[in-house]
């Protein structure tokens, strides 16, 4: 099926607001006792396999593409099976290193993640960055000699 309104440099775009979820994260004694709510901003670049295709063929395969609904799920669950983190900063870099592991068509990702309701007179407080695939390979990925060094 040839697909007149696809530009192969077209980089898709995933947005998700406000996903709730639990985990065990802060720097507190009372933040190691029970898990808190915790809420993502996430957006997400990427390009589908198919877009590669210089048939101008579409594949419609669900691979080739990130499933919202299964990365959702894929959050909440490293968010409840996860241990203890310390700081929200290691915890954007660990979503985000998901992330690219595990969607390989995935070429950038932002993260936010806020603690909704921490403070009486704010909303919410959080951090956020951003992260290419580059960034992730080179910088969150441990290097052969690094993974040596903590063996």
Request: aromatic residues 10%; negative net charge; charged residues 25%.
């Amino acid at each position: 099926m040839k697909s007149d309104n696809l530009v192969s440099g077209v980089r898709w775009q995933i947005f998700i607001e406000g996903l709730h979820l639990m985990t065990f994260v802060g720097l507190h004694a009372h933040e190691y006792q029970q898990q808190q709510a915790v809420e993502l901003d996430i957006e997400m670049s990427y390009r589908p396999a198919w877009q590669d295709d210089k048939s101008g063929e579409q594949a419609d395969q669900a691979e080739s593409i990130i499933d919202y609904d299964k990365y959702c799920t894929l959050l909440s669950t490293f968010m409840q099976c996860k241990p203890h983190t310390r700081l929200l900063e290691t915890l954007a870099s660990e979503v985000a290193s998901l992330s690219f592991r595990d969607y390989p068509m995935l070429e950038e990702i932002k993260v936010a993640i806020h603690k909704p309701k921490i403070r009486e007179n704010a909303a919410r407080l959080g951090v956020s960055a951003c992260w290419t695939r580059w960034s992730y390979e080179t910088l969150l990925i441990p290097q052969p000699q690094e993974a040596a060094l903590h063996a």
